[in-house]
T-cell receptor, first 111, second 116 residues
């Protein structure tokens, strides 16, 4: 069964303090790994898709990386507006379109 | 682009009542997904449709839950009768669902359901 584990559950950073969020996964053939951002009271917002080990993608202060067992979301010099819950999800080659989500990491960036 | 539209945004009902949640996917998207999010269980897939046909409903918790997609632009999730443990945020998402296209899903704003 596909599994996704995110750590830490919660992370508090000072503005400008860089850090990384972890997503460990077990899947029978990875079709894609997805990162989403979710703000309180809103639906998840798509950030990145990674398809193969070694792949990296960047967007502003965020960079996502992928290995065969885990993905990292690196946050460089975060700002308070980066505060949100970050969700990781995997899609299996055998399950076509559905996704398995992790529990998320709740990030708080203090000014 | 209006994105995925869900209604109502909030629903408060009493135990035993029927609840219907509605979703309009992004125009041109062929796949539609219903999720439930709670603090305890996170984001769980309930059912998904491809070209209006239910493909996988193994996540539907009980027979009290049913979902329909009568056409490409509309889907409903119905709970009858509702119970307090059904209280959660229900999200609808869509994606192009085409071979070779990107697979990310686009989520609506959710419906917060409270069953008293």
């Amino acid at each position: 069964e596909d599994q996704v584990t995110q750590s830490p559950e919660a992370l508090r950073l000072q503005e400008g303090e860089s850090s990384s969020l972890n997503c460990s996964y077990t899947v029978s053939g990875l079709r894609g790994l997805f990162w989403y951002r979710q703000d309180p009271g809103k639906g998840p917002e798509f950030l990145f898709t990674l398809y193969s080990a070694g792949e990296e993608k960047e967007k502003e202060r965020l960079k996502a990386t992928l290995t065969k067992k885990e993905s990292f979301l690196h946050i460089t010099a975060p700002k308070p507006e980066d505060s949100a819950t970050y969700l990781c999800a995997v899609q299996s080659l055998w399950n076509n379109n559905d996704m398995r989500f992790g529990a998320g990491t709740r990030l708080t960036v203090k000014p | 682009d209006a994105g995925v539209i869900q209604s109502p945004r909030h629903e408060v009902t009493e135990m035993g009542q029927e609840v219907t949640l509605r979703c309009k996917p992004i125009s041109g998207h062929n796949s539609l997904f219903w999720y439930r999010q709670t603090m305890m269980r996170g984001l769980e897939l309930l059912i998904y449709f491809n070209n209006n046909v239910p493909i996988d409903d193994s996540g539907m918790p009980e027979d009290r839950f049913s979902a329909k997609m009568p056409n490409a632009s509309f889907s409903t999730l119905k709970i009858q009768p509702s119970e307090p443990r059904d209280s959660a945020v229900y999200f609808c998402a869509s994606n192009p669902g085409l071979a070779g296209s990107s697979n990310e899903q686009f989520f609506g704003p959710g419906t917060r359901l409270t069953v008293l």
